[in-house]
């Protein structure tokens, strides 16, 4: 299995400040057909996770330009740009490239 | 507009199957493309993939779950369901349904207690 990990476990911040996510994964997550299946999901309290980030740097619909991805291969990084209330929960990175489907531990972002 | 929801029978003992049903609205799983996967979540923890099945039947399971996972769809309802056998209190968790590729909608979360 690829085993998603991700740091900081927990991470603090001031509101309109800047935090970035690392996930790594331990097999690379390219894809036969040249994609890279790396997403980026965000759980606030009380609720289903939600998509924020596909392949690696795609925002999903209605995502705010806050938020961005980037890495490849094995190295990927979450930014969160001038940090809201409402971006507050458990991130999760998860690799959708080889079965079983991976997800990270999860980051919890708090206000400082 | 993309919904999900699942349901299931909130309590079981151990070794009981568990029945879970994901109605969705939306789509379709008879579209190129198109998947259901199941996803749980124990309290306080993190998010497991269960099982995957895709538009043209093709399934896939989480292999620590062994033999006990069953997926299936019909299409005609657009429902998609999992079966888990012999489950025991480790089991206990919230189930997710979400839409594949990316897990782009989730379903609100049926609760599972399985509880002698």
């Known amino acids: 299995d690829v085993v998603m990990t991700q740091t900081p476990v927990s991470l603090s911040v001031s509101l309109g400040g800047q935090v970035s996510i690392s996930c790594r994964s331990s097999q690379s997550l390219v894809h036969n057909n040249g994609n890279t299946y790396l997403s980026w999901y965000l759980q606030k309290p009380g609720q289903s996770p939600q998509l924020l980030i596909y392949?690696?740097?795609n925002r999903f619909s209605g995502i705010s330009d806050r938020f961005s991805g980037s890495g490849s291969g094995t190295d990927f990084t979450l930014k969160i740009s001038r940090v809201e209330p409402d971006d507050l929960g458990v991130y999760y990175c998860?690799?959708?490239?080889?079965?079983?489907?991976?997800f990270g531990a999860g980051t919890k972002l708090e206000l400082k | 507009q993309v919904t999900l929801k699942e349901s299931g029978p909130g309590i079981l003992q151990p070794s009981q199957t568990l029945s879970l049903t994901c109605t969705f609205s939306g789509f379709s799983l008879s579209t190129y493309g198109m998947g259901v996967g199941w996803i749980r979540q124990p309290s306080g923890k993190g998010l497991e993939w269960l099982a995957n099945?895709?538009?043209?039947?093709?399934?896939y399971y989480n292999p620590s779950l062994k033999n006990r996972l069953t997926i299936s769809k019909d299409t005609s309802n657009n429902q998609a369901f999992l079966k888990i056998t012999n489950v025991d209190t480790a089991d206990t968790a919230t189930y997710y349904c979400a839409r594949s590729w990316y897990f782009d909608f989730w379903g609100p979360g049926t609760m599972v207690t399985v509880s002698s």
């Open positions: 998860g690799q959708g490239t080889q079965y079983p489907y991976t």
């Open positions: 392949k690696v740097s």
């Open positions: 099945i895709w538009w043209d039947d093709d399934k």
